[in-house]
T-cell receptor, first 113, second 118 residues
């Protein structure tokens, strides 16, 4: 079945550092890929998505590129802020009929001033 | 506009008691999902409702779990005879799905209900 593997956290960075959170997936066909973010005390929010190979999703300075050849969707940001501290979830969903979201285990990011 | 709301935000119960968790989806959203977020298990799909179709219950972990969606809007997740392993955050999401069978619309999540079973 479909699955998502993402790097374990916590990831601890200083403000303005470069961020990479790795995500790889296993799926049949051509799934859609997502990054969700959960800020402290809040619900999950969609951060960005990509629906086909080589698409780049971007939002709030974060980017991720759908790489089918490496089955990856790594999240990057060039300069993190304290306000980016949150838990980040990589997820996929198949594109035939109803397909539930399949999530990775989440990576906690802690950014210090 | 109003997002997905869930109640209660926190629920503490004793082992063996029944609990009901409520979800109010975004008005007009046709699809509603329940997920569970627990330590060691990550985020797990539980059940999905779409319009008047039969729900997809494939993620429910046992027959102690059930869910209803009344009038195509509000949903209630019921856990009977709660066990300590049921302790988790229960998340509800809704989306506006098309009728073409190509389900790609964004799922909007509520803040969750944190359930603690003592």
């Amino acid at each position: 079945g479909n699955s998502v593997t993402q790097m374990e956290g916590p990831v601890t960075l200083s403000e303005e550092a470069f961020l990479t959170i790795n995500c790889t997936y296993t799926a049949t066909g051509y799934p859609s890929l997502f990054w969700y973010v959960q800020y402290p005390g809040e619900g999950l929010q969609l951060l960005l998505k990509a629906t086909k190979a080589d698409d780049k999703g971007s939002n709030k300075g974060f980017e991720a590129t759908y790489r089918k050849e490496t089955t990856s969707f790594h999240l990057e940001k060039g300069s993190v802020q304290v306000s980016d501290s949150a838990v980040y979830f990589c997820a996929l969903r198949g594109n035939t009929g109803f397909q539930k979201l399949v999530f990775g285990t989440g990576t906690r990011l802690l950014v210090s001033p | 506009g109003a997002g997905v709301s869930q109640s209660p935000s926190n629920k503490v119960t004793e082992k063996g008691k029944d609990v009901e968790l409520r979800c109010d989806p975004i008005s007009g959203h046709t699809a509603l999902y329940w997920y569970r977020q627990s330590l060691g298990q990550g985020l797990e799909f539980l059940i999905y409702f779409q319009g008047n179709s039969a729900p997809d219950k494939s993620g429910l972990p046992s027959d102690r779990f059930s869910a209803e969606r009344t009038g195509g809007s509000v949903s209630t997740l019921t856990i009977q005879r709660t066990q300590q392993e049921d302790s988790a955050v229960y998340l509800c999401a809704s989306s506006l799905e098309g009728t073409s069978g190509r389900f790609r619309n964004e799922q909007f999540f509520g803040p969750g209900t944190r359930l603690t079973v003592l």
